[in-house]
């Protein structure tokens, strides 16, 4: 908990006095906006991954050991991005569910967990089990349906 | 495995650079989307630091401390994300110049140059010289003005 007291005391101020960073963007756009954007850099690195550990493309070992490595980074972005005033975007469409703000231990634990696993590929994509690899591809593919069926909309 | 083949199913297609995460997406727009929600996340932390070195909001030790670090992170993403045939987009518009493409080695130094200083932040943010942790986050902020003076359009 306290190593994420900083960043809580840093959304509160975000949330109350950051600048706009574009002038002609509402503060829930700009908050969507920002949420997608970190899930496109997900997707960008786990997708291959995903497919490579399906046997839907051809294995790459250094690939995978560059890209386990980025999302492990990525996957500890902080997760409270979803201040009161985002859950409706004005010209963006979220589709984060209203779980999200009503149920944040339960976020806080799935997006834990996805910390967790990506860390965990990070290491086993060092070594040369290729098995084992494709397995904790799938253990990071388990975290991000759990979240998406918890807090993503269809 | 099977858990997350709905998840997977959409991220099959794979280029060279990158793989197609959406049916109804060109492989260009696809890269142009990535490239822009790497550079909304790089403005979410830089921006409210950018703010503070300037006077034009409350210093925030703590929140420095943790943004710069993230920076840090989001400036070593890999800079290759500019393949031919990304120059332009179907549906999406992007303000990165010819020269993205046509001067690689300028674009990696300039790229070096916001690693490095990044870096450097992410360290004397560590520290309690307010004078100095605002003066580095203006030599970050140089090299983003310098990357977008050559490679962006206006």
Not at 13 to 35: F, H, N, T
Not at 44 to 59: E, H, I, L, R
Not at 97 to 116: I, R
Request: glycine fraction near 6%; include cysteine; charge should be positive.
């Amino acid at each position: 908990m306290t190593r994420f007291t900083p960043y809580i005391a840093g959304v509160l101020m975000l949330g109350a006095a950051a600048p706009s960073l574009a002038a002609d963007e509402s503060k829930a756009d700009e908050q969507i906006k920002y949420r997608q954007s970190a899930m496109t850099l997900v997707k960008t690195y786990f997708g291959p991954m995903g497919a490579m550990s399906q046997d839907k493309m051809p294995f790459d070992k250094a690939r995978v050991a560059q890209y386990s490595e980025i999302l492990a980074m990525l996957a500890k972005l902080p997760v409270d991005q979803y201040p009161a005033g985002s859950e409706k975007g004005d010209k963006l469409k979220t589709r984060a569910k209203a779980e999200a703000w009503t149920d944040g231990a339960k976020l806080k634990q799935v997006n834990d967990k996805f910390v967790q696993e990506s860390a965990k590929l990070a290491q086993v994509a060092k070594g040369n089990d290729v098995k084992a690899i494709k397995a904790q591809i799938g253990a990071v593919g388990k975290t991000c349906k759990a979240c998406h069926d918890d807090f993503k909309e269809k």
